[in-house]
């Protein structure tokens, strides 16, 4: 088994392929992919052929089922939502120093200087981060993302993508929950490894 993948490190290094050292300068060829990722975020991760060779390929074959199945829901929503997080902005919104939980914080802030916990942002987030299920955490996210995307507020999505890789694993949705709402209130956190467990 290849113990040593991480579906962080791989979201990670499929964004700078994709948009490189300076997002305002992307090949056609990366906005291409990234419009097609756009267009795959409401589908079924594996359902979208336009988008394999950026979600799929890499990920080793030798994975167990379920781990495998893990990594590409991930990797799918990942690379789906930071497609439309980036969509016609200059800079590159994934920052490897700001966990999604802070950056929502951030927005919470702008949304409601005087009290964070008492806005519609933050109502949004706690209801992602009670969510058991996977359509109910994005039916919540998709919005976050959106409202991210206006206030150009950018958030490590290779750590995303380790956290729903542990949403989806079982017993995982509790810790994933919780590491966000200390990243909301700045506590410290530790990440995860990877897919081995």
Known sequence: ?????????????????????????????????????????????????????????????????????????????????????????????????QPFGRAVRRLADISNKAEPHESPVYRRFTAMSTASTLPGLLAHSRGLITQLRTHEIAFDYGRYAEDLYWFLAPSGARDVHRRWGRDFHYLQTESNEGVSE
């Open 1 to 97: 088994m290849s113990s040593d993948f991480k579906v962080g490190s791989f979201v990670t290094r499929r964004i700078h392929q994709l948009v490189g050292a300076d997002p305002g300068r992307m090949s056609p060829n990366s906005k291409a992919l990234l419009a097609q990722l756009r267009q795959a975020a409401a589908a079924e991760p594996g359902t979208a052929p336009a988008v394999w060779a950026v979600t799929l390929e890499g990920i080793p074959a030798d994975l167990p089922r379920g781990y495998r199945e893990r990594a590409e829901q991930a990797v799918h929503i990942a690379l789906t939502q930071f497609a439309v997080h980036q969509q016609s902005r200059s800079r590159n919104m994934h920052d490897p120093k």
